[in-house]
């Protein structure tokens, strides 16, 4: 007669005879998990190029964006895909810009000089003449210089990596001084009759780069009078003043109670627009007194593989007739070296959502499609522009 097993003993045979193959079937999974892993690359989505308008209605157009490094690894993406592969993603947004401005994060190599002595060869960065012409592509006027890594390759590659910027007329670099009494340090642009002044400064440097009284260096934020003083003779000169400013703590999107009191000191000085870099994470926005603080923009074109250091956020302003400025923050991930758009909804888009609009009251800014956007009042801006035009009717100014 054949046996029959009661409920509890089926259960019991069950579980035994599945412990026997678990170790099978875990090592099966643990197998194709690792394929995927190792396969990403060729299964990783690849996003439609985003299609960009200009707004016609809109004066002026500027794009700011974070750190820029082309060397490294990223040296090595350039000799294999070329520097378009770079900008695929963020081209449409370059190309309807009138200006754009970011973090130059090394020395122009224009000569064969060598890494400064006690540097580090991981951290040394370097960038070829030809980086500039790409930027150039995209419509960048100007770049800050004031920043950890322009000393790399010592005092006479920042003397060359000047030269360079000057002697170009299309792009000037910023955030160099000639000695601690060069107040009036700003590179300037003007479209639309319309004066954009840049200026850029570092709360962190290398040994013997900051400017002293006999020797040029980049312009520190310490003390702050020295900033504050060139963004008061800036503002005499142009309508709009965008301050670069390379602060904070490495991977810390915390904003200290200093970077606060700064930036708040620049505004009263004249600053319209505070582009932050160097934490290589992002950062809260602010908006003070209808100056826009990006406290930073993280990483734009890097190499770093940690998951915050590879998400970026583009700012786009639009400034018009009225005095309105609008801006739109366009979030990315960068993947070998390229910001790449993030979809609508996914974790990364709302992670970046979160950072960017931490300090931003409820209604103070609205999401488009997966775009941050948000209004200041720049009737100043405006303003400024048409006394200028006045005065220089009038035969004074």
Not at 81 to 107: A, C, E, N, R, V
Not at 205 to 215: E, G, L, M, S
Not at 327 to 346: A, K
Request: net charge negative; with cysteine.
């Amino acid at each position: 007669m054949k046996q029959r097993f009661s409920y509890q003993e089926q259960l019991l045979y069950w579980s035994k005879k599945h412990k026997k193959r678990l170790t099978f079937h875990t090592a099966v999974l643990t197998a194709f998990l690792g394929a995927l892993l190792l396969t990403s690359d060729m299964w990783t989505y690849e996003p439609p190029v985003p299609e960009v308008k200009k707004d016609s209605d809109a004066l002026l157009t500027c794009t700011f964006v974070g750190d820029m490094m082309f060397g490294r690894y990223i040296s090595k993406v350039i000799d294999r895909k070329g520097y378009d592969f770079l900008f695929k993603f963020t081209d449409p947004y370059f190309q309807i810009s009138d200006f754009s401005t970011g973090s130059f994060k090394h020395p122009l190599l224009t000569e064969n000089r060598q890494p400064a002595p006690g540097k580090s060869k991981g951290t040394v960065f370097s960038a070829d003449p030809l980086a500039v012409e790409e930027l150039k592509k995209r419509h960048f006027r100007s770049v800050s210089i004031a920043n950890t890594n322009i000393y790399d390759y010592g005092y006479l590659a920042f003397r060359d990596t000047i030269t360079y910027f000057e002697n170009d007329p299309d792009i000037d670099a910023a955030g160099h001084m000639i000695d601690r009494e060069d107040m009036s340090n700003a590179v300037y642009y003007d479209h639309n009759g319309i004066t954009i002044a840049t200026v850029a400064a570092t709360d962190k440097w290398t040994a013997n780069a900051a400017v002293t009284t006999y020797r040029p260096g980049v312009m520190p934020l310490d003390p702050p009078e020295i900033v504050v003083e060139s963004i008061v003779q800036a503002k005499k000169q142009a309508d709009l003043v965008i301050v670069h400013a390379h602060w904070g703590e490495p991977y810390d999107s915390h904003v200290s109670e200093r970077q606060r009191e700064l930036a708040h000191a620049m505004a009263r000085a004249g600053a319209d627009i505070i582009v932050g870099h160097y934490p290589h994470v992002l950062a809260p926005v602010e908006v003070y007194n209808d100056t826009i603080i990006f406290y930073s923009l993280g990483n734009f074109i890097f190499d770093q593989g940690w998951t915050r250091t590879k998400q970026t956020a583009m700012a786009q302003y639009r400034l018009y007739e009225d005095g309105r400025a609008e801006v739109e923050l366009i979030p990315f991930v960068i993947r070998e070296g390229q910001p790449r758009p993030v979809s609508t909804i996914s974790y990364r888009q709302f992670s970046i959502q979160q950072m960017l609009t931490k300090n931003f009251e409820k209604g103070q800014w609205e999401k488009i499609e997966e775009n941050i956007v948000f209004k200041v009042n720049h009737s100043r801006v405006i303003q400024t522009g048409k006394l200028f035009e006045e005065g220089a009717d009038s035969g004074t100014g």
